[in-house]
């Protein structure tokens, strides 16, 4: 223990560094700068740092200030990447938690605008504030989520003057924005991206495709402003593309590519050229009439959300070797749409087809009335692991064909509804015990 009998006092700076980049909020960096002289000292080699805009009101509040006598929030983040400098390694800024101000969220349901710029993190200006500090060459993740009501309608530079100062950088994700890319440069450093509700002035993506080569993760979410997007990176291996609006063709060229999840619309054309994908998680409307997925080879995990059923087995199931399937219907579904979507029949054939199955909440409940249409369920059987979700309406007596296609000791997971009674849980149990001894049985709940 130190002299001064604080034992903060004796642990090295660079360990309660870390320990502060841990807690990396800066309103609480700054509180615990006052608990030792250690940790004041400490708070200047951070590595990592988060400012909230929400939490900065609600403290200038509490200290009698109002909005327009605060400081900017991002002369604040100016501030903390100066202090930081080069010990800064992760930087994150959100201005849309809470949305800011609180009464703020209501400007964007009424379709208004916010004509101030003090939280407008996105923009040429407040990019180059932080960026263009001693903190800018070494920071090696960088997240920033952007005030909606002034970024939705100011093109923002934030990439082009993030790709020119971060030279470093591996990880990046920008959320709430316009985003410009003229004058995008290419960062090799960079394996992770992120862009969440935002607007990208590439509608082909071939900015994208040609400045993050060596992009590992993608996850574009909500991104708009796409025509003809093309996902084209070569050692691509994790993408996340749900996509906002309705482009007439969506495209994915990645050789290495392995786990993929997209959530689209009705796209005319659909291209998957990703002969190492092993997971592939569908949400879709309907598929268009070009459909290019023959680049599927390794396609091992399959997870569909759509009532074009049909289609989509004969398209991504047809001859490969899937290993498991889980299906669930769109939210807007009724429980009579599955029947109408697929023949009952085919459906179980190609259930029985795959070695392990789960079905959602939504699609349990419309099987229900597929299976009581069902006139055979005699044939063999490749399923080994079933998982179904009992509507709370619904009794397992409708299930039984289900049951009927599982392989000699196939584990099947029942899960009822919460709101069940006992009893019909408990007289399922049975029924389902006394007619199938051979399968191996595991029950549960869900909400």
Request: proline residues 5%; charged residues 20%; negative net charge.
């Amino acid at each position: 223990m130190s002299a001064s009998g604080n034992p903060l006092d004796a642990l090295p700076a660079a360990v309660l560094a870390d320990v502060l980049g841990r807690v990396a909020d800066a309103g609480d960096i700054a509180a615990c700068r006052l608990a030792s002289r250690a940790l004041l000292v400490a708070s200047y080699l951070c590595p990592r740092a988060r400012l909230c805009a929400a939490d900065c009101v609600r403290r200038r509040r509490g200290g009698g200030e109002g909005r327009a006598g605060a400081p900017a929030f991002r002369t604040t983040a100016r501030s903390l990447a100066s202090l930081l400098g080069a010990h800064l390694r992760s930087l994150s800024l959100d201005a849309a938690d809470g949305q800011g101000f609180p009464d703020d969220a209501m400007w964007v349901e009424e379709g208004e605008f916010d004509e101030a710029d003090d939280l407008h993190l996105t923009s040429g200006e407040a990019v180059t504030a932080w960026a263009a500090t001693a903190a800018g060459p070494v920071l090696r993740e960088v997240e920033i989520a952007d005030y909606w009501p002034q970024a939705c309608w100011r093109k923002a530079e934030a990439l082009p003057l993030i790709s020119h100062y971060c030279l470093n950088l591996t990880r990046l994700g920008l959320k709430n924005a316009w985003l410009s890319v003229d004058g995008l440069k290419k960062m090799p450093n960079l394996t992770h991206l992120t862009l969440e509700f935002s607007r990208l002035d590439d509608e082909d993506l071939n900015q994208l495709n040609e400045c993050f080569p060596c992009l590992h993760t993608l996850n574009l979410i909500g991104v708009g402003g796409l025509k003809d997007p093309k996902i084209h990176l070569l050692q691509l291996k994790t993408c996340r593309w749900e996509v906002s609006n309705v482009p007439r063709s969506l495209a994915v060229l990645a050789p290495n590519l392995v786990s993929l999840e997209l959530k689209c619309v009705r796209p005319d054309k659909l291209i998957l050229d990703t002969p190492s994908l092993s997971t592939l998680k569908l949400t879709i409307e309907k598929l268009g009439a070009t459909v290019q997925v023959d680049g599927l080879a390794s396609l091992t995990d399959l997870r569909i959300e759509s009532l074009d059923l049909s289609y989509l087995f004969l398209v991504f199931v047809g001859s490969r070797a899937i290993r498991m399937l889980e299906l669930e219907l769109p939210e807007s579904a009724s429980q009579y749409d599955l029947l109408e979507a697929v023949n009952p029949d085919y459906l179980l054939k190609m259930l029985a087809r795959i070695s392990e199955v789960k079905l959602g909440p939504r699609f349990s409940c419309g099987l229900t009335l597929c299976l009581a249409l069902c006139k055979d369920s005699g044939f063999k059987s490749c399923l080994k692991k079933l998982l179904i979700h009992v509507p709370q309406s619904e009794s397992s007596f409708q299930l039984l064909p289900l049951f009927q296609i599982c392989a000699p000791l196939c584990e099947v997971t029942v899960l009822f509804h919460a709101e069940s009674a006992d009893a019909i849980r408990q007289g399922a149990m049975l029924i389902c015990m006394k007619s199938f001894a051979g399968i191996r049985w595991q029950w549960g709940t869900w909400k």
